[in-house]
């Protein structure tokens, strides 16, 4: 099966940056598309980010201050994040959609935590 490995989850302030890499392996033949979602206590979990080969598309609330990129030869998608938010603050998961070699599945990050001081 797959694995996802995400890191750069923490504490920062107000107007900081925070960036977030996950990391895909195993039994991936093709990578469809990389996203990010974001679950707050008592909220639903929404997307924030997502990058295709067809491009990248964004949130209302994060268009013009998050960056999601990915290297392809790593398998690893990344959100630059600027300008944090008090109402930032979440659990960060990386949600991929991939092929294994017999047809197109999904998987989810474990999704650190995001705090964002006021």
């Known amino acids: 099966q797959v694995q996802l490995v995400e890191s750069g989850g923490g504490l920062v302030q107000t107007g900081g940056s925070l960036i977030l890499s996950c990391a895909a392996s195993?039994?991936?033949?093709?990578?469809?598309?990389m996203s990010w979602y974001r679950q707050a206590p008592g909220k639903p979990r929404e997307v924030v980010a997502i990058?295709?080969?067809?491009?990248?598309n964004y949130s209302d609330s994060v268009k013009g201050r998050f960056t999601i990129s990915r290297d392809n030869g790593k398998n690893t998608v990344y959100l630059q994040m600027n300008t944090l938010k008090p109402e930032d603050t979440a659990d960060y998961y990386c949600?991929?959609?991939?092929?294994?070699?017999?047809?197109?599945?999904?998987?989810w990050g474990q999704g650190p935590q995001v705090t964002v001081s006021s």
């Open positions: 949600y991929v959609n991939y092929n294994n070699g017999h047809f197109d599945t999904n998987y």
């Open positions: 195993g039994s991936i033949v093709r990578l469809n598309a």
């Open positions: 990058i295709t080969s067809g491009g990248t």
